[in-house]
T-cell receptor
Framework: DAGVTQSPTHLIKTRGQQVTLRCSPK?????VSWYQQALGQGPQFIFQYYEEEERQRGNFPDRFSGHQFPNYSSELNVNALWLGDSALYLC????????????FGPGTRLLVL | AQSVTQLGSHVSVSEGALVLLRCNYSSSVPPYLFWYVQYPNQGLQLLLK??????LVKGINDFEAEFKKSETSFHLTKPSAHMSDAAEYFC??????????????FGTGTRLQVTL
C-alpha cells in the first residue's frame, strides 16, 4: 500500500521564478492538504483540495495556488518566489467523510536564492 | 481560531527515563488533537490522536497522551525513553466533528534529545 509521495525531493530556484510541486495521495484517499514548514517551525496550513476544488485556505497570498486532478493527485504552484518561501513543503492526504487523520508525505525542500 | 502551545522547545532525558512533552491548546469548538513525530529530513509520522472517545490515548512505540479539557492540555508521555526516540515532536489541533479531516494547526515543536 503506497503512502503519500511527493516530487521532487529537493529544488533550488532563484527569486522571481515559479515552482510546481507534486503530490500523490495515499491509496484510497481523495483529499489533499498542503503545508509549509519553515526551518525550526511547525507546519503552516496552505490549502486543502477535494473534488478538484479548493475547500479550505490558510493565510497565504495568492502567489500560492493549487490544483487537484481527477486521479486525486495535486500540484502546488508558487509564483514570484522570494527568499522567505524557502521551506519544506509537506503534502498530506485523507479520505473525505472518513477518519480524521491526515497522512504526510516526505516533503519537498525548496531553497530560493 | 485555534492555537497550540508547546512548552519547551528542547527537552533532554536519559535513556530509560520518563518522557513528558507538554501541549496546551485553544479552540472555540470541541477539538481533535494529534501528536506527530518528525525525524531529520523526513515528513511527519502520526504517533496518536484524540477524537472525542477515550481521554487516555495510546499510540505507537509506547507513547500515550491524556486529554484534559479542564486544563486544555494534551501532554505526551512515554515511560522509558529509547535512543531512537530522539526527534522533533509536534502537537496539532483541528476542528472536531466536521465529518472529515480539517486543517491542522501545529505548535512550534519540541526537540527531544536522549542521552546515555
Amino acid at each position: 500500500d503506497a503512502g503519500v509521495t511527493q516530487s521532487p525531493t529537493h529544488l533550488i530556484k532563484t527569486r522571481g521564478q515559479q515552482v510546481t510541486l507534486r503530490c500523490s495521495p495515499k491509496s484510497g484517499h481523495d483529499t489533499v492538504s498542503w503545508y509549509q514548514q519553515a526551518l525550526g517551525q511547525g507546519p503552516q496550513f496552505i490549502f486543502q483540495y477535494y473534488e478538484e476544488e479548493e475547500r479550505q485556505r490558510g493565510n497565504f497570498p495568492d502567489r500560492f495556488s493549487g490544483h487537484q486532478f481527477p486521479n486525486y493527485s495535486s500540484e502546488l504552484n508558487v509564483n514570484a518566489l522570494w527568499l522567505g518561501d524557502s521551506a519544506l513543503y509537506l503534502c498530506a492526504s485523507s479520505f473525505f467523510g472518513g477518519e480524521e487523520t491526515q497522512y504526510f508525505g516526505p516533503g519537498t525542500r525548496l531553497l530560493v536564492l | 481560531a485555534q492555537s497550540v502551545t508547546q512548552l519547551g522547545s528542547h527537552v533532554s532525558v536519559s535513556e530509560g527515563a520518563l518522557v513528558l512533552l507538554r501541549c496546551n491548546y485553544s479552540s472555540s469548538v470541541p477539538p481533535y488533537l494529534f501528536w506527530y513525530v518528525q525525524y531529520p529530513n523526513q515528513g511527519l509520522q502520526l504517533l496518536l490522536k484524540y477524537t472525542s472517545a477515550a481521554t487516555l490515548v495510546k499510540g505507537i512505540n509506547d507513547f500515550e497522551a491524556e486529554f484534559k479539557k479542564s486544563e486544555t492540555s494534551f501532554h505526551l508521555t512515554k515511560p522509558s525513553a529509547h535512543m531512537s526516540d530522539a526527534a522533533e515532536y509536534f502537537c496539532a489541533v483541528s476542528e472536531g466533528d466536521t465529518g472529515t479531516a480539517s486543517k491542522l494547526t501545529f505548535g512550534t515543536g519540541t526537540r527531544l534529545q536522549v542521552t546515555l
